[in-house]
Structure formats: C-alpha cells, structure tokens
C-alpha cells in the first residue's frame, strides 16, 4: 500500500456477467466510504457501450474515482502480467478476486480448459509473483453433492459433468501454486439484486409467470430432500471481503493449518500429460476452502414455495408418469418451455409502461430442468472468519427487493 493509504488495493477479474457488480458495489457503495483505495475491475465485456447485462447501479459504481475498469482478454498471458501494474501513483494491488471462468454449460471441454483453468492459473501465478496477500477464488456450485445431510468441507462432492470437472481442476491448479496466499469460496445458487445469471434468477422469473397465469407452478422431480441451498450476493461480496482480510493477516501456510483442506483429482490421469500446468493426480493438494450458504437449508421444494407464495399462486409437482415422459424426451424441454416463455412475452407486452426489451428470459433450459442437489454446510466460515450473514433467509423481502429494482430499471413487467 505505497500510497500512503491504509486502505488496500484490490484487483477484480471476470464475473461482471455473474457477481463482481455487486462486489464492486460493496468494495466502493454509492452511499459512505469505500473499503478500498484503489479497485481495477478486469473482464472481456465492453461496459461503454454495454456488452452485457450491467443492471442500474454498475454504472455509478464505475464513475467513482477508486475505480477503473479495463476490457481485456484475460486468455493472453502478456495482458494478465499488465493488469497487475496499477495506475501512476497507486500501490500494487494486496488482493484479488478471482471470479473468472466459464459458465455456460454448453461449451467444450477445450474452451473450459482455456478460459477457465488457464486464465486462473495464469492470475494465480502472476499474483503470488507480486507476492498479494490475499487471492479469493470463488467457485460456483458445480458439484452433485448427496441430499442427506448438509456437507462440510472434508467431504468431496463430486464435479458436475464437464463443466464441474473443469472447474474443480482449476481449484487444484491454484492450490498447487507455492506462496499463493489462496482462499477458495464454493458457494451456492446466489440470487439478488441486477443478477439474472442463475437457477434462482430463472425461478423468480418463471414463478412469476405461473402467478400471471393463475396456475400451479410444476416441477419435474418427487418432492424428496432435493437440497438447493442458497446464497445472498450481498453475503457473497461480505465473505469474499471477509475472507481476503483473513488471509491477508495471516499468509498461506497458517491459513492452511487453520482451514487446508485436500483438493481431491476428479479427472482422466491421461489429461495430466496433455493439459499445462495440471498438477499430477497423486499430488497431495492443500488450500483453505469454506462452504458459502446462507442459514435457509433452502432444497426445490422450499424455493419453489417462497417463489410462488410471492406471486400469489402454489407449487407442485407433476405425478410419476408425467415424471417419467419428462426426464427421458428432449423435446419436453420445448413443451414445458412453451408455457413459460409464452406468458413471459404476455407480461412484457401488456406492461404499463412498454419494455422494449430485458435481460431477463423465463426459458430453461435442458441443464436447469435437471435436478442439482447442494447440500453444503456454513458453519466454517462462521467459526474459522468470524463471517456474520447478512441476508441469512431467502425470503419473500429478497425476492421483493430484486423484483421491486428490477421494475426501477424498466427490466420487468409493470401489470
């Protein structure tokens, strides 16, 4: 912190399409002090003009003058050593917040590699060269874990088909990187203001449709655990702040001792030879990890309720036979489509004032009709960090308050 000030200066990559707005947000607010001296967001959207989805308050985030935002393809290995050099004046950047990777589940084992493994460890790896004291790795929940009980960190859920195992060997790459100072957040399906990336995003969005149509909202799966645990963005940002600070006071061998857990392979042993930088399958790989959830023990059921309470309507599921005809034809995925998207494009037609267009959708997808059980327990972070929730329930006032700035900004129906 050569500038003189006591504030640190923090370096965001990626995630301007899924969570580093609202962690921005947090680091520099609209309204009261910044946590930070100086904030560089990096990522591969343009925001002037806007190539993605930014939500109202991004914007203003990005006017204030902590902060600085640089479009750059992170895939190049001379534009990730650049990034780390700060502006004239300010000092090197003490953390960083990994939030790149890729997250559409469609793409190929190859583009997962590049854009998610490679860029993080390449961060990684300029990152502990310019010795940062905290690098804060946020990995979504890419992983089936078992629906009876809750699941703390020595248990090893297994990746999520080719996405999860990409993404899962990324935390490995990363922990096998000597002096980085690494703290790894797996979190669960977070939802909150501006994000409409996510499972939840597309709950709220369908349930309100169902409440439009005056009918029951259905889902495909028996109504057993089906553990689908939640998480605030706001928590999201506290804890990734909570985590760097953590870190940072202490270094990577004793944060090892105190939270170090193994990181597991979960791969084909012959990718080792052919991927760079995948550390062997026998490597013995340790890295503080903590669960990120909030205290609802949210699972299909109890989501599907919340949601569907708010909009006035009831949650079901569909008998055994419609069950079985669903799972198995991919052309239900079309069918059960129908509904939603045709009373989402009502919605927005008949909405008072007009909206030209949204980024919200109320399609899913094959890979959001499939059940994903996340059944992680929080306690960890609470003992470990010392992290207190700030939005510990999913409850009808979020769904109120993402609704309520969603109509703000002329993204959602006015009826």
């Given at each position: 912190?050569?500038?003189?000030?006591?504030k640190p200066n923090v370096l965001i990559c990626g995630g301007v399409n899924t969570y580093s707005r609202a962690l921005a947000a947090f680091l520099v607010p609209l309204e009261g002090e910044p946590l930070v001296s100086h904030l560089r967001i990096v990522d591969k959207y343009s925001v002037a003009p806007a190539t993605t989805y930014l939500g109202a308050e991004f914007p203003k985030v990005l006017a204030k003058p902590e902060v600085d935002y640089k479009q750059a393809n992170l895939t190049v290995p001379s534009i990730v050593q650049s990034i780390f050099n700060p502006p004239e004046g300010k000092g090197p950047y003490d953390y960083v917040f990994d939030l790149t990777g890729e997250v559409r589940h469609d793409r190929t084992e190859?583009?997962?590699i590049n854009t998610t493994c490679n860029v993080a460890r390449m961060l990684g790896q300029e990152a502990a060269k310019r010795k940062v004291k905290a690098y804060v790795r946020v990995t979504l929940p890419f992983y089936e874990t078992t629906s009876k009980g809750t699941h703390d960190e020595k248990d090893d859920p297994k990746p999520d088909g080719t996405i999860g195992t990409w993404w899962h060997e990324t935390l490995r790459m990363l922990a096998a990187i000597e002096d980085l100072n690494l703290v790894i957040l797996r979190v669960g399906f977070v939802y909150g203001p501006y994000v409409e990336f996510g499972d939840i995003t597309s709950a709220i969005t369908v349930g309100s449709v169902y409440g439009y149509l005056k009918k029951p909202m259905k889902s495909v799966w028996?109504?057993?655990?089906?553990?689908?645990n939640t998480l605030h963005v706001e928590d999201l940002a506290g804890a990734a702040w909570a985590?760097?600070?953590?870190?940072?006071?202490l270094g990577r061998k004793e944060a090892d001792s105190l939270a170090g857990e193994s990181i597991i392979f979960h791969n084909e042993k012959s990718k080792v030879s052919q991927v760079e930088g995948m550390p062997p399958h026998d490597s013995k790989l340790v890295a503080p990890l903590f669960n990120l959830v909030d205290d609802s023990n949210s699972t299909l059921l109890s989501v599907g309720q919340t949601v569907t309470s708010f909009f006035g309507t009831t949650f079901d599921f569909f008998n055994l036979g419609e069950r079985t005809l669903y799972k198995f034809m991919d052309d239900a995925v079309e069918d059960i489509n129908e509904h939603h998207v045709g009373g989402w494009t009502q919605m927005i037609q008949n909405s008072n004032p007009p909206i030209p267009n949204t980024p919200l959708s109320a399609y899913m997808d094959k890979y959001a009709l499939e059940k994903h059980i996340v059944a992680l327990s929080n306690t960890k972070i609470k003992e470990v960090i010392g992290y207190k929730l700030k939005r510990p329930q999913f409850n009808?006032?979020?769904?109120?308050?993402?609704v309520d700035k969603w109509?703000?900004?002329?993204?959602?129906?006015i009826l």
């Open positions: 912190m050569a500038d003189g000030s006591s190859m583009i997962l028996s109504p057993g655990k089906n553990p689908t985590s760097a600070t953590w870190m940072a006071s009808h006032d979020g769904i109120k308050d993402i109509k703000e900004e002329g993204n959602w129906p």
